[in-house]
């Protein structure tokens, strides 16, 4: 059975790295492009708002007893497979789970243009991500 606390405390944490990142929205592209400072702020807060994403996925599919755990985009496909998550919201997090990758682990050279980009464009599927899950744990009471 999924913990209550966990789940809010996950789903708040979600929006305030959420709630950040929109905080850090405004410069241009070019001054993004040249502030080291800021470039580290976006991808850090990036990386735990995606990670939060996995640790509540993690903890709904072991407390519901889905598929086995995997890797961090099993557990959102499960979600997903459950019917937790809409398609739409299960793709894009798979997505962000291998931007996370990416952030972390540095695999090339970080493209600052792709982080932009996510930055100004994709943060409202992990707004849609916390509403279905929040959706999903009402109505199971």
């Excluded at 913990?3 to 996950?10: M, P, Q, T």
């Excluded at 305030?16 to 991808?43: C, F, H, P, W």
């Excluded at 090339?108 to 409202?124: A, F, I, K, P, S």
Aim: glycine fraction near 4%; proline fraction near 1%; include cysteine.
């Amino acid at each position: 059975m999924v913990d209550e606390e966990i789940i809010v405390d996950k789903l708040r944490y979600i929006n305030q790295y959420t709630n950040d990142l929109k905080q850090m929205r405004g410069m241009s592209k070019a001054e993004y492009v040249d502030d080291i400072i800021v470039q580290r702020a976006v991808e850090r807060t990036f990386m735990n708002l995606i990670q939060s994403c996995i640790d509540l996925a993690q903890h709904i599919r072991a407390s519901e007893g889905l598929s086995p755990s995997g890797t961090a985009k099993n557990e959102i496909e499960t979600l997903g497979n459950a019917g937790i998550l809409s398609s739409d919201v299960q793709e894009q997090m798979e997505e962000a789970v291998g931007f996370r990758n990416i952030l972390a682990h540095r695999y090339g050279d970080v493209n600052h243009d792709v982080v932009y980009t996510v930055l100004h464009n994709d943060l409202h599927w992990f707004d849609q991500f916390q509403q279905e899950i929040a959706q999903w744990f009402q109505q199971r009471d």
